[in-house]
């Protein structure tokens, strides 16, 4: 039968996300690959311009909902534990609202890892839900592990232990996410954390941002487990896959950072050599210090080669008053925010100094860009193992006992990459690793015939409730 011919004008997709973009730019990725399926799509956050200016993105509606702080108050440099807290009280209620008053009757939820109640309000309306993993199967397998009690991780008494997970690399304390160690102090997340956990029978489906062959062996473990895991990725723009973009191109736009950048930044790429330049950003919510800010720019006065550097100065200080930035900005771009995709898919970038957030990383591994790694917390010292031992297109920076790194050590990184004895091997498997990423979502390809399943399940569910 074909599903396809089915109504599909009343099936209606409800996204819940954190405001942050590192959740918001996978789930409008997998809203826009609902859209193109056929499917009607909605995506509700806490982001206060959807308030003012409630609107549309590439075929999806955006909505807002209150999470119990001030419009004014600052998220960016919020402590975490007020944030998640005030969200985790005032989000369910407010998205349940939401949904009784919508003109938009909906079928189904699909919530991301951070708003694991959005599973119980599904449940208050008899809905569905589904939830978008933003991380590796990897940290799924962890969290699983450690909230389930199935094995046991580091504690204060014995920190130095390895842990061994199913379908895992042996890992060290440093290579954990960070809310699985003893020292970690962002309590409400590690609680949130656990939610998602106990929640988990109310998630039919777990739909991954991640491809089969990037982590078949933890996949298969998490599933042998009886959970239910779906890669659908890699979830980047379109563009990355060499496409144009139908359908709404890079979405960064939607943060308060407007891609001002986007044109200086690709005018100027156009100017440079083949893999010549060095990409560095630390994502949406790391602010670098003034002393690695310093370090960085020492190493790239002496690398000498071209540069677009993302820079994230600490609040309350302006970039004239780091000298050495103004040394150097000759030799590169100094941007405050980047169309970060675009970059990467430039055939001019050679390498990427990355903190290791899974969108930079898969965004990096879809343009088959080789990296060098300096994660700081949550998932990012797993990701950054993946990197350099697992998919070997990488390696990581070294840090000194007070956290930074120097900038000979930056320029140690570089040459490796870019020049070294393993630079040929970087190179060749972050070439394959693109391969694989890109027939993972084409027609028939692994990830796209598991959003199939999901979207015809989708359809075959309506149908069932609308006779
Ligand atoms: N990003 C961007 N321009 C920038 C920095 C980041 O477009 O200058 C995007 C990046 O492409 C990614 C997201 O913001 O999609 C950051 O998510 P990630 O998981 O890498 O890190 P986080 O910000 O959550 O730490």
């Known amino acids: 039968m074909d599903l396809m011919s089915n109504s599909n004008q009343q099936i209606n997709v409800l996204l819940v996300t954190v405001a942050a973009q590192g ?69 369910p209620v407010n998205l349940s609202t939401l949904i009784r008053t919508h003109t938009r009757k909906f079928s189904c939820i699909i919530n991301t890892t951070f708003v694991p109640w959005a599973a ?81 029978h109310k998630i039919k489906w777990v739909l991954g941002n991640s491809f089969m062959e990037l982590e078949k062996d933890v996949i298969k473990s998490v599933n042998d487990a009886g959970c239910s895991f779906w890669p659908v990725g890699p979830l980047v723009p379109a563009s990355l896959f060499g496409k144009t973009d139908e359908t709404g191109g890079d ?25 010549s330049v060095v990409y560095i950003s630390f994502g949406s919510l790391i602010f670098s210090s003034k002393k690695q800010i310093e370090n960085i720019a020492s190493g790239l006065k002496i690398a000498k080669r071209p540069f677009i ?18 040394e150097i900005k000759e030799h ?47 998932d990012q010292p797993t990701n950054a193992k993946l990197v350099t031992d697992v998919w070997k297109v990488g390696v990581k920076v070294s840090k000194n006992s007070e956290g930074f790194f120097d900038g000979e050590e930056l320029v140690r990184c570089v040459e490796e990459i ?30 796209d015939k598991n959003i199939e399943l999901f979207v015809n399940e989708k359809k075959i569910n309506f149908r069932s409730i609308d006779q």
């Not at 939607?254 to 100027?268: G, M």
């Not at 993302?310 to 050495?324: D, F, H, W």
């Not at 970038?349 to 700081?376: D, K, R, Y």
Request: proline share 6%.
């Open 120 to 200: 119980d309000v599904a449940a208050e309306f008899g809905l569905p839900c589904a939830m978008l993993w933003i991380q590796p199967c990897t940290i799924y397998q962890i969290y699983y592990c450690y909230y389930n009690k199935r094995n046991d991780f580091p504690t204060e008494t014995n920190p130095d232990m390895t842990v061994n997970l199913p379908g895992l690399p042996s890992l060290d304390l440093e290579e954990l996410p960070s809310f699985v160690l003893p020292s970690n102090s962002l309590h409400e997340i590690e609680s949130m954390l656990k939610q998602v956990f106990h929640n988990m």
């Open 251 to 275: 979405l960064s736009g939607f943060d308060k950072f407007e891609s001002e950048s986007k044109n200086e930044c690709l005018e100027w790429l156009d100017k440079q050599q083949p893999a």
């Open 418 to 447: 870019m020049n070294g004895s393993k630079s040929a091997e970087f190179k060749k498997n972050a070439a394959e690793m693109k391969r694989a990423a890109h027939e993972a979502v084409a027609h028939g390809g692994s990830s």
């Open 23 to 91: 959740h918001v730019n996978p789930m409008l990725r997998l809203g826009n690959l609902l859209v193109s399926k056929g499917l009607h799509v909605t995506l509700a956050t806490h982001n206060y311009a959807l308030k003012h200016h409630s609107s549309t993105v590439g075929g999806i509606h955006l909505e807002f909902f209150s999470d119990g702080l001030p419009e004014d108050y600052n998220r960016q440099t919020a402590d975490y534990n007020v944030y998640v807290n005030s969200l985790r009280k005032y989000g």
């Open 309 to 326: 550097w993302v820079v994230k100065l600490p609040e309350n200080q302006e970039r004239e008053e780091i000298g050495i930035l103004e």
């Open 332 to 378: 590169g771009l100094l941007v405050k925010w980047s169309p970060q995709t675009a970059v990467l898919s430039h055939s001019s970038v050679g390498c990427f100094l990355s903190h290791c957030g899974w969108n930079s990383l898969i965004e990096s591994v879809t343009a088959g860009v080789p990296m060098i790694v300096c994660p700081e917390w949550s």
